[in-house]
């Protein structure tokens, strides 16, 4: 088994690794080398947003636009820096979605 270099909790094999800014991979070619390429990208904000619904422009003031986040992009708002609302956030490129987490009892 090749060796594997352990970044953010995962293993990956070293050719791999120098390839990666902050947690992002930058690029992907035929080679398993890294090429400008969406994939997954994350951020958490602690920002003060609607308790239910937070707005785009919320959204925006967290992480940036859509279009500026990119495709592909999954972050977290972490309310008002409380114990009691958490939104996972994605982008299409041209707008956020958003999931309101339930807090364990």
Do not use: H, Q, W
């Amino acid at each position: 088994m090749p060796s594997t270099t352990n970044l953010i909790g995962l293993g990956m094999p070293p050719e791999l690794s120098a390839e990666v800014a902050n947690g992002v991979f930058t690029s992907v070619t035929t080679t398993n080398s890294v090429v400008a390429a969406g994939g997954v990208r994350t951020k958490m904000a602690i920002n003060n947003v609607n308790d239910t619904t937070p707005t785009a422009a919320e959204l925006t003031t967290s992480f940036g636009s859509p279009s500026s986040v990119g495709t592909g992009f999954v972050g977290i708002v972490k309310d008002a820096d409380a114990d009691t609302n958490c939104f996972v956030v994605v982008s299409n490129g041209t707008s956020f979605f958003y999931l309101k987490f339930t807090k364990a009892v």
